[in-house]
């Protein structure tokens, strides 16, 4: 008995280009909070080098302590250089049915949720983003690897904008389904 199994390649169907996408990026403003917590985390590095100095110190030799100390200046400096080059690469666009976040500039990271997949969103601000006029939107998926983006970021006007946007959305596409709010 034979059996005519056919599986070809689909070419024809019109697939989403999101390359071509105009992509928006965050508050420029956002890069002073970054570079606020980059100063942070560098003051409790060379705390803790400095009080490691001053316990440790007669238990290594001069050119351990350089080699330790040039690590945590590499470290550091690499913090810095990351945030700053990375920042460029955070972009967002909302389009009618979904939402796309872009970030990395090392390993560069492209997230589409559409929007019949959220299950809910979040609007943030913290206490130096109030300071700036910005807020963060958070928006979670039913999925469990990596389906949730956090645009942060943005002024506060465009993240009530998107709440509101994906909110309305959703909403109206869950009364044409019949289906509760």
Same mark, same amino acid.
């Given at each position: 008995?034979?059996?005519?199994?056919?599986?070809?390649?689909?070419?024809?169907?019109?697939?989403?280009?999101?390359?071509?996408?105009?992509? &928006?990026?965050?508050?420029?403003?956002?890069?002073?909070?970054?570079?606020?917590?980059?100063?942070?985390?560098?003051?409790?590095?060379?705390?803790?080098?400095?009080?490691?100095?001053?316990?440790?110190?007669?238990?290594? &030799?001069?050119?351990?302590?350089?080699?330790?100390?040039?690590?945590?200046?590499?470290?550091?400096?690499?913090?810095?250089?990351?945030?700053?080059?990375?920042?460029?690469?955070?972009?967002?666009?909302?389009?009618?049915?979904?939402?796309?976040?872009?970030?990395?500039?090392?390993?560069?990271?492209?997230?589409?949720?559409?929007?019949?997949?959220?299950?809910?969103?979040?609007?943030?601000?913290?206490?130096?983003?109030?300071?700036?006029?910005?807020?963060?939107?958070?928006?979670? &998926?039913?999925?469990?690897?990596?389906?949730?983006?956090?645009?942060?970021?943005?002024?506060?006007?465009?993240?009530?904008?998107?709440?509101?946007?994906?909110?309305? &959305?959703?909403?109206?596409?869950?009364?044409?389904?019949?289906?509760?709010?």
């Amino acid at each position: 008995m034979e059996q005519n199994f056919q599986n070809p390649q689909i070419f024809d169907i019109e697939i989403p280009d999101f390359e071509s996408l105009e992509m &928006t990026s965050v508050s420029p403003k956002y890069l002073n909070i970054i570079l606020l917590n980059n100063v942070l985390f560098s003051i409790f590095v060379i705390s803790a080098f400095l009080v490691s100095y001053y316990f440790l110190s007669e238990n290594f &030799t001069e050119l351990q302590i350089i080699a330790v100390a040039s690590l945590f200046l590499f470290l550091i400096v690499y913090v810095f250089l990351s945030s700053v080059i990375g920042f460029k690469f955070r972009k967002y666009a909302v389009r009618q049915h979904d939402i796309v976040y872009q970030y990395g500039w090392l390993k560069r990271s492209i997230i589409i949720i559409p929007f019949a997949r959220i299950q809910h969103i979040k609007v943030e601000q913290g206490w130096f983003s109030k300071i700036l006029n910005l807020k963060s939107v958070s928006v979670y &998926t039913a999925g469990v690897n990596g389906g949730d983006i956090s645009i942060h970021g943005l002024p506060e006007e465009k993240a009530e904008g998107i709440n509101h946007l994906i909110m309305n &959305t959703i909403s109206s596409e869950n009364n044409e389904d019949g289906g509760e709010i």
